[in-house]
């Protein structure tokens, strides 16, 4: 019989107390990873993940999650998902119930409706006027100031002027300095007693994205990876790097030969850096006996963890990793 444990990212530390409640009860590590990951889905204070997340450029929230099991491999994940605000719920719902892996779009809301999750508005009217006073230059992102006038014309103007206004704007340049400050995801992963690991993901994705865009969230071997025999991995940051450069499974990968979970962590960050310098991005790594690292591109970052016999939930920095 194995020691329970769960670990996340930092915004995973108050669903970490619901999650090891589950574990020292018995219960299963996909039931602590789901719990945990949908009390930050369910905070609304919370932009980055679930209900009343950032929207798109659009003003829509899409939310994007998956799931794993590292005993099967199987796995299930949904992207853009506009009336479901428990994604992790639904993408284990399409793991145990559907003979797929990735649903995306109105697919994923039809599926949740037809196994009874039923469908809401994911946007309060305050999430709404914040969107609109942000491009209308009235609120300032954080660290980026006002949104420049050619993206709000690019929103409006989204669909016949589409093509003329990426080639008048940078909108690559802009979304590259989005993609540093107003991204988020939250990262859940657990190990019961039974010897399951379990890793899951959630997010609202990269702000003001393009409609339909997903990051890495949903798409496992990039954003989520579990494998029982050797650990399980997951992401935040920059989604698009993190799938170029399949940093989840190369996390696992990294420790089924031979490395700790401190040292996969720090190489998958180094390559990150090898084909961007300036990379955002921050990789979370478990190996089944519960030892837990995390490396990061940026600094000042943590972790949360708990493992049976601790006190409480103990905050970890996670290891920062420079470019060379």
Known sequence: MAAPFI????????????????????GSAPDAVEAAIRVSEDDAMDWTVGYDGLPNLLGDV?????IMLGSSRKAGAV???????????????????SPHVLLVGEGADRFARAVGMGSESLQSEAGRRRYENIMAGRELLEGLGRVPEEMSVLAWRY?????RQMRQFDAKGWYARIGKTWHGTVDVIAGDRRRELCCGVSTSGLALKLPG?????????????ADARYGAA????????????????QAVDLLADGRSPRQAAAAVIRDALR??????????VADPAGRVAAAASQRDLHTVFWRQGMADVERRPSQRIRAR
């Open 7 to 26: 670990a996340g990212t930092r915004n995973a530390e108050r669903g970490l107390a619901e999650g090891r409640r589950i574990l020292e009860a018995g």
């Open 62 to 66: 899409e939310l994007d999650a998956s």
């Open 275 to 284: 084909v961007d310098r300036r990379a955002i991005l921050q990789v979370l």
């Open 159 to 163: 669909g016949p002027y589409l093509k």
């Open 213 to 225: 865009r997903a990051g890495d969230t949903p798409v496992i071997g990039a954003g989520n990876y």
């Open 234 to 249: 997951a992401c935040v940051g920059q989604g698009e790097l993190a799938i170029r450069i399949c940093a989840a499974r």
């Open 79 to 97: 992207a853009g998902v506009r009336t479901v605000r428990n994604p992790i719920t639904l993408a284990r719902r399409v793991m145990e119930e």
